[in-house]
């Protein structure tokens, strides 16, 4: 019995492509392990968006490449990287690949000298092969979870953000058929999976790349709507990430019409100075993003807004970066995933010096975590005494408690020692809360 580990690190689409990787290799017969210490094939998925992911790479295959002293073992990596992690990372890896050459990857091992426990299992079927990135996505995936899903309807950006390395790792924006997308969604509600997530990096452009020829993403949305209403099954459909600059009033409009899509909006605004966002190439201003908040709350008055913020980015000021915790303060987001700005190779800031100092950065990220627990705080407040639904998601670090999350994505944890509960639908009292999360009991 052959064994493989994966590692999937970054965001949720290498989670997605995790699972794509996972249903080849079970294909080829390969039995699935989360021990690192008892796999035969170990692989990672991984990040060069973030410098933080990189170092994580680098310790783990040094480890791993130690284990080689003393049992065989294949190593492998794919997902996100820029050209110049690729080659850096090649020497120590038996095998680098592109993410949409995964329909080739029993073929690639095998020239690497390993063969598939399965006899005759040395290649996917040739529908896989017509085109290297349709070929990818007509790969089912090896679910992880029972009844939460990742779909991936988008591949690349076109957004040339200058902090982002995205569009040099996985190339220029293309959608995925929205007849397979469709397939896909009908086929994980019809096997009760209550939160599905559509991913990209840009969602809300979705179908740009072939107008008239595609659906657009508020159509896409609908046709979603429509069909959790013909199949009467319960589910929360969720889409990450959109772009300020293409999220139009037709996309929150669709939200609105339909149950199944959650009312939960992430929404990166990543700097509350113009300048900045100049800077950035985010190609809309404070006032733009302002107008895109305002029809949030008009059109869908209940729902939670989610963003992402830098701070320290090159050549920001503590002038531009007070803008930035004023516009926390106007903005009243639900949660906000703060990152500390790190050059990445292949990004064109990389080329700008990066002058806001190590210590200045985290001074900032501080200042804004403690202004975020505030509003938040504030916000969940709102949540006592009220009943909300909300799925469970597994049991949670307080022993005797389940975890789950809302509609909004808030993350509730409740009495119960009850484990049928996971992955199903309960309505909670919530009776405390903090600024990130809160505590209910089981109606």
């Known amino acids: 019995m052959i064994k493989y580990c994966l590692l999937p690190l970054g965001c949720q689409m290498n989670k997605s492509d995790a699972e794509r ?117 007509k790969i089912i995936p090896r679910y992880s979870s029972s009844f939460q899903a990742f779909v991936p309807i988008q591949n690349g950006c076109n957004k040339f953000c200058t902090f982002c390395a995205v569009p040099y790792t996985r190339g220029r924006e293309v959608s995925r058929p929205s007849a397979e ?35 657009t993403f508020a159509q896409l949305l609908e046709k979603i709507g429509q069909m959790g209403q013909a199949l009467q099954k319960e589910f929360w459909l969720y889409f990450t990430s959109p772009h300020p600059a293409d999220m139009t009033p037709d996309v929150l409009e669709v939200i609105a019409r339909y149950p199944c899509l959650a009312k939960h909006i992430h929404l990166p605004l990543q700097a509350g100075d113009d300048d900045v966002l100049r800077r950035m190439n985010r190609s809309y201003t404070l006032a733009e993003y302002k107008e895109i908040v305002h029809n949030i709350r008009k059109i869908l008055p209940q729902a939670t807004i989610f963003t992402d913020i830098i701070v320290g980015f090159s050549g920001e000021t503590k002038e531009q970066f007070e803008h930035t915790r004023v516009a926390l303060q106007e903005f009243r987001f ?76 808030i993350p509730v944890h409740f009495p119960s020692l009850d484990s049928t509960l996971i992955g199903q639908f309960v309505n909670l009292q919530i009776d405390s809360v903090t600024p990130f999360a809160g505590a209910g009991i089981l109606m």
């Open 334 to 409: 639900d949660m906000a995933y703060v990152a500390q700005y790190s050059p990445r190779p292949g990004a064109v800031s990389y080329q700008w010096p990066d002058d806001v100092s190590i210590e200045e950065k985290k001074q900032r990220f501080q200042q804004l975590t403690q202004d975020l627990k505030a509003v938040t705080l504030a916000n969940n407040q709102s949540m006592i005494g009220k009943i909300h639904r909300a799925l469970v998601e597994g049991t949670d670090r307080k022993a005797g408690y389940l975890a789950a999350r809302t509609e909004g994505l």
């Open 21 to 137: 990787i996972a249903s080849v290799l079970e294909a080829m017969g390969f039995i699935p392990t989360e021990v690192e210490e008892e796999a035969h094939l170990l692989g990672m998925v991984a990040c060069s968006v973030r410098q933080r992911s990189i170092n994580r790479v680098y310790s783990k295959i040094q480890k791993w490449n130690q284990w080689k002293d003393k049992r065989a073992l294949f190593t492998f990596i794919s997902g996100c990287l820029l050209p110049e992690d690729e080659v850096k990372l090649a020497p120590m890896f038996d095998l680098v690949f592109k993410i949409n050459e995964l329909p080739r990857l029993p073929e690639l091992m095998v020239q690497q000298g390993v063969s598939s426990p399965v006899a005759q299992c040395g290649q996917l079927p040739d529908s896989y092969q017509d085109d290297p990135e349709k070929g990818f996505w």
């Open 181 to 215: 997308i469709l397939q896909e969604i009908q086929v994980l509600i019809s096997q009760n999976y209550k939160s599905i997530t559509l991913l990209g990096q840009n969602v809300n452009s979705y179908g740009l790349d072939r107008v008239g020829q595609e659906l």
